[in-house]
């Protein structure tokens, strides 16, 4: 069956610029996460969505992140006037239910110049 | 702030050799996962340990989880090449979201 989806799988882009990256979630899966990864780092956590509950924005680094997702389908995150720190490897999980185990896309790797 | 550390942080051994890997934290978590990542990939679940004492086996590689919950190990018996990839272990803390350690490099050379 079909695993976690990301897009795009890069994405260079200039500072100052915004992004848009997108998630599909494997079909029923009612959790999705975001995380980010430095180089040499461990997973970062940035938003978690749990069905139509309000989601867990504890982990965004700052107000030009954001994310939106629609039901239990895609989800986008999209960072505005971005900044060279931003630069990473943007990863997606979804699961079966909250505290399930994570299945993780390949990530959307974001470079900014 | 829930926080796992992992140690050692790189490590390069021969193929055939034996290796512990440690994840370790000052709080109580009431599970905790290791996934293995490998490059350009997301990681994938290896396991998950639920109970204090709990040892869980998965061919050459054996996890256990300490005895209060606060910290894990991975062994890995003969290691392969195909075992090379970063190793990150992951807690259910208080909070929705699962703790990431930093992971641990392993590359293991024929």
């Known amino acids: 069956g079909a695993g976690v989806s990301q897009s795009p799988s890069n994405k260079v882009t200039e500072k100052g610029k915004d992004v848009e990256l997108r998630c599909d979630p494997i079909?029923?899966?009612?959790?999705l996460y975001w995380y980010r990864q430095r180089l040499g780092q461990g997973l970062e956590f940035l938003i978690y969505?749990?069905?139509?509950?309000?989601?867990?924005k504890s982990g965004l680094p700052s107000d030009r992140f954001s994310a939106e997702r629609t039901g239990e389908s895609v989800s986008t995150l999209t960072i505005q006037r971005t900044q060279q720190e931003d630069s990473a490897v943007y990863l997606c999980?979804?699961?079966?239910?909250?505290?399930?185990?994570?299945?993780f896309g390949n990530g959307t790797r974001l470079t900014v110049t | 702030t829930q926080l796992l550390e992992q140690s050692p942080q790189f490590l390069s051994i021969q193929e055939g050799e034996n290796l512990t890997v440690y994840c370790n934290s000052s709080s109580v978590f009431s599970s905790l996962q290791w996934y293995r990542q490998e490059p350009g990939e997301g990681p994938v679940l290896l396991v998950t340990?639920?109970?204090?004492?709990e040892v869980k086996k998965l061919k050459r590689l054996t996890f256990q989880f300490g005895d209060a919950r606060k910290d894990s190990s991975l062994h890995i018996t003969a290691a392969q090449p195909g075992d090379t990839g970063l190793y990150l272990c992951?807690?259910?803390?208080?909070?929705?979201?699962?703790?990431f350690g930093k992971g641990t490099t392993l590359s293991v050379s024929s």
């Open positions: 079909s029923g899966h009612t959790a």
């Open positions: 992951a807690g259910e803390g208080a909070g929705t979201a699962l703790i």
């Open positions: 340990v639920v109970t204090g004492g």
């Open positions: 999980a979804s699961s079966p239910s909250w505290r399930s185990p994570l299945h």
């Open positions: 969505f749990q069905g139509n509950s309000a989601p867990d």
